[in-house]
């Protein structure tokens, strides 16, 4: 069946430096995917729409100039947390549309110490 | 109030029993998702729904449009079913995600 993944499943990184998280899909070709984050005990906040080709729609709250997505291609979305600091902590997931069905990729784990 | 509610919020089960997990929503959606979230946190999209009944495995989702009403059923749980299950629709333009229901399995 069709997987999305995503690169790297954990990272720890300090204040004040970006981090790039990846998502694939690898047996289909996404031209919607969606990320998401989630706080401990919380459930999934969508934080952006990410379509191939174009800009990102984000979410009321979430800033577009601190979470960076980028969707070059039709299997590939990148977020990128910037200028990151300790309260970006958090799990992030991304989903993909493919086959008319809603895709969840395994999630990342960042920790900003 | 949350666009969707899911009842319970926590679930200590038997192995063995059936299991069933409530989802009520107040917008209008394209489909209505089941994800199961385990310990470490990967989530797995259990079933997508638009309309009727689907099941897999010992897994079973229903969906009844015009009361805006989901469930979830477990068949003969079993330990390894202990996760956090949650239900998400799409409304066409935005996604929205209930709080999960944590269930515990009991040997």
């Known amino acids: 069946g069709a997987v999305v993944s995503q690169h790297p499943s954990w990272v720890i990184c300090k204040s004040g430096t970006s981090v790039k998280i990846e998502c694939r899909s690898l047996?289909?070709?996404?031209?919607?995917m969606f990320w998401y984050r989630q706080f401990p005990k919380q459930s999934l906040m969508l934080m952006a729409t990410?379509?191939?080709?174009?800009?990102?729609?984000?979410e009321q709250g979430v800033e577009k100039d601190k979470f960076l997505i980028n969707h070059a291609s039709l299997t590939l979305s990148t977020l990128t947390v910037t200028s990151a600091h300790p309260e970006d902590s958090s799990f992030y997931i991304c989903?993909?549309?493919?086959?008319?069905?809603?895709?969840f990729g395994p999630g990342t784990r960042l920790t900003v110490t | 109030k949350n666009e969707v509610e899911q009842s319970p919020q926590n679930l200590t089960a038997q192995e063995g029993e059936f299991i069933t997990i409530n989802c009520s929503y107040s917008?209008?959606?394209?489909?209505l998702h089941w994800l199961q979230q385990h310990p470490g946190g990967g989530i797995v999209s259990l079933f997508m729904?638009?309309?009727g009944k689907k099941k897999h495995g010992r897994l079973i989702a229903t969906i009844n449009i015009q009361e805006k009403h989901s469930s979830l059923h477990i068949t003969a749980s079993h330990p390894r079913d202990s996760a956090v299950y949650i239900c998400?629709?799409?409304?066409?333009?935005?996604?929205?995600f209930g709080t999960g229901t944590s269930l515990t399995v009991i040997p």
């Open positions: 047996d289909f070709q996404a031209t919607t």
């Open positions: 729904l638009s309309s």
């Open positions: 917008v209008g959606i394209s489909a």
């Open positions: 990410s379509n191939e080709g174009s800009k990102a729609t984000y």
């Open positions: 998400a629709v799409n409304t066409g333009n935005q996604f929205y």
């Open positions: 989903s993909a549309t493919g086959h008319y069905e809603q895709y």
